[in-house]
């Protein structure tokens, strides 16, 4: 069974500061990888899908890299803003939906620091 | 466009009473669609999802069971809440996404629920 581990759980970091959130997963044939961001009480905004052919996808000042043999994902948050305060969450696509859907980490805890 | 909707935002209900909540999705035909819930510091736990108009499964035991009556909307149901049915509930829709043959996941904006 697909297991995606988040490190850390939770951190701070000053305003500006460049933000580096790690993702792990124990099965290496994955479809996809997707962040998410969640604000409290809020749903799941997706953030940036990459497929398991890619290396990395980019959108504005974020940047998710993909190692799909060594299992890990690397969301970068560049110039990190007091906005981006929000729990980030890493999900894993197997081949195929249903009930082999995306497995989740349980999100890396973001606070930026004015 | 394609859109999700979840409502209520937040639902508290004693124990022992029913429970519905709904999504809906528009802009799309024949999605696949999930519950998932998700309690508090722990990531989210997939509760049941659907391929089709009446085809249903459950991922995991528990008191709630879930309907899709039509193409585009999925209940969330109970028929006796109990306390530990508390968490916030995440409706999600796989769509194919940014005009690649890949998929990813839209979610709503999710149902506080709080069982007294």
């Known amino acids: 069974k697909q297991e995606v581990t988040q490190i850390p759980a939770a951190l701070s970091v000053p305003e500006g500061e460049n933000l580096v959130l790690n993702c792990s997963f124990t099965?290496?044939?994955?479809?996809?990888l997707q962040w998410f961001r969640q604000d409290p009480g809020k749903g799941l905004t997706s953030l940036l899908l990459?497929?398991?052919?890619?290396r990395e996808q980019t959108s504005g000042r974020l940047n998710a890299s993909l190692d799909k043999s060594s299992g890990r994902s690397t969301l970068y948050i560049a110039a990190s803003q007091p906005g981006d305060s929000a729990t980030y969450l890493c999900?894993?696509?197997?081949?195929?939906?249903?009930?082999?859907?995306?497995?989740f980490g349980k999100g890396n805890q973001v606070v930026v620091i004015p | 466009s394609q859109t999700i909707h979840q409502w209520p935002a937040t639902l508290v209900q004693p124990v022992g009473s029913p429970l519905s909540l709904e999504c809906t999705v528009e802009?799309?035909?024949?999605?696949?669609l999930y519950w998932d819930r998700q309690a508090a510091g722990r990531g989210l736990q997939l509760l049941f999802y659907?391929?089709?108009?009446?085809?249903i499964s459950s991922e995991v035991p528990q008191n709630l069971s879930a309907s899709r009556p039509q193409d585009r909307q999925f209940i969330l149901s109970s028929k006796k809440l109990l306390l530990s049915d508390s968490g916030f509930y995440l409706c999600?829709?796989?769509?194919?996404?940014?005009?690649?043959?890949?998929?990813?996941?839209?979610f709503g904006s999710g149902t506080r629920l709080t069982v007294v």
């Open positions: 659907s391929v089709g108009i009446g085809q």
């Open positions: 999900a894993v696509s197997p081949p195929g939906g249903g009930n082999n859907r995306l497995a």
């Open positions: 099965d290496s044939a994955i479809y996809n």
């Open positions: 802009g799309t035909s024949n999605p696949n």
């Open positions: 990459i497929q398991s052919s890619q």
């Open positions: 999600a829709w796989e769509k194919e996404w940014l005009d690649s043959d890949n998929y990813g996941y839209t």
